[in-house]
């Protein structure tokens, strides 16, 4: 039998456990501190994709501003078949949406809806304005969702009910680049 003089039966760990040798542990031989590789190039915002519509700094949801709006246009025209949906564009400023609100009378309030001619649905959307700055005046409806501009026309949606929005973003570009 062997015995051995060493009183720990087994070697010393090391006392270094990193076999790599360089000792910078930051295993990056990119010395610039930031990571992202494009880090020298500048990005810009074109476009955002979602249903908010800026205005005084706030962001406000399309949903909530349809659902305002509907509540109102149906007490407005005394008729549940009424509705509103609301899309924002960048129309008249580069910081703020414009809110463009598309009204769809069905039913029997279909009889409310302007004549086709210009001049018919000029007044019409002239009235509804103004009746949407008087409501925003009285609290009626919340000054973020005051529509700026209004069209009468079916809202597009899809099987399911809800609100195309791009579709509704393209008939509203379509309708600005007529009138400018």
Known sequence: MRTSTNPHPHPHPNPNPNPNPNPNPNPNPNPNPNPHPNSGEDFYWLSR??????????????????????????????????????????????????????????????????????????????????????????????????????RFAPIPKNFKGAVLTPDLVQAWKLLAGAKQ
Do not use: F, M
């Open 49 to 150: 994709d979602s249903a908010l519509l800026i205005r005084g700094g706030a962001n406000y949801s399309h949903e909530q501003i349809n659902n305002e709006l509907t509540l109102w246009a149906r007490g407005h025209y005394a008729t549940d078949e009424v509705e509103v949906a609301v899309v924002g564009l960048r129309l008249e400023s580069e910081h703020e949406d414009t809110c463009c609100a598309t009204v769809e009378l069905r039913g029997a309030a279909a009889a409310l809806a302007p004549a086709a001619d210009e001049a018919s649905e000029g007044a019409a959307v002239a009235a509804l304005l103004g009746a949407a700055k008087a409501a925003v005046a009285s609290g009626a409806i919340s000054k973020g969702s005051k529509p700026d501009r209004i």
